[in-house]
Nanobody, 120 residues
Framework: QLQASGGGLVQAGGSLRLSCAASGRTFSSYTMAWFRQAPGKERECVAIIHWMGISTYYANSVKGRFTISRDYAKNTVYLQMNSLKSEDTAVYYC???????????????WGQGTLVTVSS
């Protein structure tokens, strides 16, 4: 029900925009989030956007570089990633929860991952 896309290979300093398209239900009242997991590392919450879109959270590691947004009409959440660094290389996952979920979760719905590789 959550389909993530937009990953790929990019040079350090470049940009990518990830998309998470929801289907099967409307997620307009859900808290939406992006997580990432790099090889050998624990999963990390990167960004969260409240269902009303007026409250956001960013991990310190991406603050000022990443922006989470949502398009209610398209039932889609985006993650704009700028000034990418090699340490941003990871599989990125989108997630949704009907409550005001925190960076530690839990999240009810998860999309499949999309791989982001940043070359230095």
């Amino acid at each position: 029900q959550l389909q993530a896309s937009g990953g790929g290979l990019v040079q350090a300093g470049g940009s990518l925009r990830l998309s998470c398209a929801a289907s099967g239900r409307t997620f307009s009242s859900y808290t939406m989030a992006w997580f990432r997991q790099a090889p050998g590392k624990e999963r990390e919450c990167v960004a969260i956007i409240h269902w009303m879109g007026i409250s956001t959270y960013y991990a310190n590691s991406v603050k000022g570089r990443f922006t989470i947004s949502r398009d209610y009409a398209k039932n889609t959440v985006y993650l704009q990633m700028n000034s990418l660094k090699s340490e941003d290389t990871a599989v990125y996952y989108c997630a949704a929860d009907p409550t005001g979920a925190s960076p530690t979760g839990p999240y009810l719905y998860w999309g499949q991952g999309t791989l982001v590789t940043v070359s230095s």
